[in-house]
Structures are given as C-alpha cells and as structure tokens.
C-alpha cells in the first residue's frame, strides 16, 4: 500500500510564502507525474500545477507567476512553492501522484489558510 506524506502547510499573512512537499512512505515507490490539487470549503478540487517525470510543468491561471512546481528526482519528492499568497488561496491542498508500475494515489492533504 502506498501512502504519501504530505506536509508544509499552515497559517501564513497575505503576501507571504509556504513550501509543501510530498513524498511516498516508503522510498522504493518512485513517482512519475505528480499534480497539485486544492480544494476549499464549499468548492469543487481543483488543480493547480502538474510536473511530469522530466519536469515539465502545468499550473491553473490563478497561480501562475506565484506558485512553481517542483521535484526532487533524488529525493522522490515533490513540492509546491507558493508566494504571493492571497486570501482566495485558502484550501486544503492535495499531491496527487502517479507511482511507476502501480497506480494513482492521493496525500492526505495538509491545510493552507492565508490571512488578509
């Protein structure tokens, strides 16, 4: 069973930054294509950055130029640097990954409230 740990949220003030990361329990489970997803009370899950196993990257227009997708071949790893953050980029944030040879698999989210 693969579980992935997620973790970099928290409480940030407007303006400021926060870096997630997601990674497989076990490092034997090596992710391929990997996503973001966010979704906040009331709305539907949305995505917002993907980045495929050569690193090429995808993001919703709603956080172009503020958040950037990353991994960490090395590592197994995958992160999302967000600066800029606004108020409307509260939510609960989810990796979704696509692990070689097995399956899809989601994080357990981790929260990202931002204050004005």
């Known amino acids: 069973q693969v579980q992935l740990v997620e973790s970099g949220g928290g409480l940030v003030q407007a303006g400021g930054s926060l870096r997630l990361s997601c990674a497989p329990s076990?490092?034997?489970?090596?992710?391929?294509?990997a996503n973001w997803y966010r979704q906040a009370p009331g709305k539907q899950r949305e995505l917002v950055a993907t980045i495929t196993r050569s690193s090429s990257t995808n993001y919703a227009d709603s956080v172009k130029g503020r958040f950037t997708i990353s991994r960490d071949n090395a590592k197994n790893t995958v992160y999302l640097q967000m600066n800029s953050l606004k108020p409307e980029d509260t939510a609960v944030y989810y990796c979704?990954?696509?692990?070689?040879?097995?399956?899809?698999?989601w994080g357990q989210g981790t929260q990202v409230t931002v204050s004005s």
């Open positions: 979704h990954v696509f692990i070689a040879g097995l399956a899809n698999y």
């Open positions: 076990r490092s034997i489970f090596t992710i391929n294509d």
